[in-house]
């Protein structure tokens, strides 16, 4: 399989800005995400407060022309607004629910398993699942996952968000698009794989 460049560009792109961002003194990291929390569902640079968390140190090949961000700066901004909700009410230094290795459909995985009754929880998971992986545009794709995230927060299930980051950009083509659904849904049906591997908080 051929990599992608520019999708593994993304991953650690985003890895570096969530690393920075939880490499400051505890009040800066709270003030920081709560700012990026009330970018949720904007677009990338509507914002001078995401500015820097965003932009700063971003190579220019990623950089949007003609005033429309690019696909890559969709996919930073989108991964790091929803990480900032994801991990609202924790603190990320004791409970960081950023974690290595996680994909979104092995997050949903969990979260079925994490209920009372599995089977019924499998058929409300993945009405809501299906409708993240059947997203035709970065717009609904966003929105799902706005609708999402808070699921997993509720369960404590942590997410690789470099990773859903890769996954965003690599959505907004039909290729990428196909690569991805095909990994999600694996990943969401392979519950004894997903009982035997380990992860940790990034």
């Excluded at 049906?189 to 997903?194: A, E, H, L, P, T």
Aim: include cysteine; proline fraction near 4%.
């Amino acid at each position: 399989m051929k990599k992608n460049t520019r999708a593994d560009a993304v991953y650690a792109e985003t890895a570096k800005r969530l690393h920075r961002l939880l490499s400051t003194d505890p009040s800066t990291i709270k003030a920081n995400l709560a700012e990026l929390r009330r970018g949720i569902g904007g677009t990338p640079g509507d914002d001078p407060r995401l500015w820097g968390m965003v932009f700063d140190g971003i190579p220019e090949a990623m950089l949007g022309k003609n005033g429309r961000p690019s696909k890559e700066e969709w996919a930073i901004c989108n991964a790091l607004t929803l990480y900032a909700v994801h991990q609202q009410g924790n603190d990320p230094l004791k409970k960081n629910m950023n974690m290595k290795g996680v994909s979104l459909g092995r997050a949903a995985c969990r979260l079925v398993y994490a209920g009372e009754n599995p089977e019924e929880e499998r058929d409300r998971i993945s009405r809501r699942f299906n409708q993240i992986a059947l997203a035709e545009d970065i717009e609904a794709l966003t929105y799902y996952l706005r609708t999402f995230i808070p699921i997993l927060r509720g369960k404590d299930i942590g997410l690789d968000y470099p990773m859903l980051a890769q996954d965003i950009y690599l959505c907004q083509s039909e290729s990428g698009r196909s690569s991805v659904r095909l990994r999600w849904g694996q990943d969401y049906y392979s519950v004894n794989q997903d009982k035997e591997e380990n992860y940790e908080q990034q």
